[in-house]
């Protein structure tokens, strides 16, 4: 079955790029199907989508957070990638990828990325 | 963007019957999908559609929807539902497929 797997740094300091990458295993991101998507969650708190990109390149994003979220995919690694600069503590959260097809289906078991000098 | 609100906790006895709601402007136009979040773990969807479980899903979960309210039920609610509940859908207020999430539902088990 398909399944999700986040990587990247633990800790970001501030002002500097949060960077993850999610992979895809079990199944092909350029399948058509879905939307590949980010969300997070600071402790404590709810969830906040991020943001989610099409096989295709096709991106739409949280209106709070356009400015600054980039998301890429490389269907070559079967991959897709969030970028996230000028982070500050606002920003320190666990990162979960997420499959969605009109709802988030399939999910990863998410990522600490806390943001400290 | 549009707002989903939920109660913030919810409690109920063991074996009995509750409903966790989720209310939005988005849920006239969509369908909200439900998600439970135990501690330390990545949420899981229990319901999404008009009233569809996934695979593993036990039975005494469902959803329903009235006008700008969606419900999920637990009828008969076990020691092992005691999580955070939330929901989500598109969004309605623009012109592309944004999503949106409640603030999320502590079901506490009694």
């Known amino acids: 079955q398909v399944q999700l797997q986040e990587s990247g740094p633990g800790l970001v300091k501030p002002s500097q790029t949060l960077s993850l990458t999610c992979t895809v295993s079990?199944?092909?991101?350029?399948?058509?199907?879905?939307?590949w998507s980010w969300i997070r969650q600071p402790p404590g708190k709810g969830l906040e989508w991020i943001g989610y990109?099409?096989?295709?390149?096709?991106?739409y994003y949280n209106p709070s957070l356009k400015s600054r979220v980039t998301i890429s995919v490389d269907t070559s690694k079967n991959q897709f990638s969030l970028k996230l600069p000028s982070v500050t503590a606002a920003d320190t959260a666990v990162y979960y990828c997420?499959?969605?097809?009109?709802?988030?289906?399939?999910w990863g078991q998410g990522t600490m990325v806390t943001v400290s000098s | 963007s549009s707002e989903l609100t939920q109660d913030p906790a919810v409690s109920v006895a063991l074996g009995q019957t509750v409903r966790i709601t989720c209310q939005g402007d988005?849920?006239?136009?969509?369908?909200a999908s439900w998600y439970q979040q135990k501690p330390g773990q990545a949420p899981v969807l229990v319901i999404y559609?008009?009233?569809n479980r996934p695979s593993g899903i036990p039975d005494r979960f469902s959803g329903s929807s009235s006008g700008n309210t969606a419900s999920l039920t637990i009828t008969g609610a076990q020691a092992e539902d005691e999580a955070d509940y939330y929901c989500?859908?598109?969004?309605?207020?623009?012109?592309?497929?944004?999503?949106?999430f409640g603030g999320g539902t502590k079901l506490t088990v009694l």
């Open positions: 988005s849920l006239r136009s969509y369908y």
């Open positions: 079990g199944g092909s991101i350029s399948s058509g199907d879905y939307y």
């Open positions: 559609g008009k009233n």
């Open positions: 990109i099409y096989y295709s390149g096709s991106t």
């Open positions: 989500n859908s598109r969004d309605s207020s623009g012109n592309h497929p944004d999503v949106v």
């Open positions: 997420a499959r969605w097809d009109h709802a988030f289906d399939i």
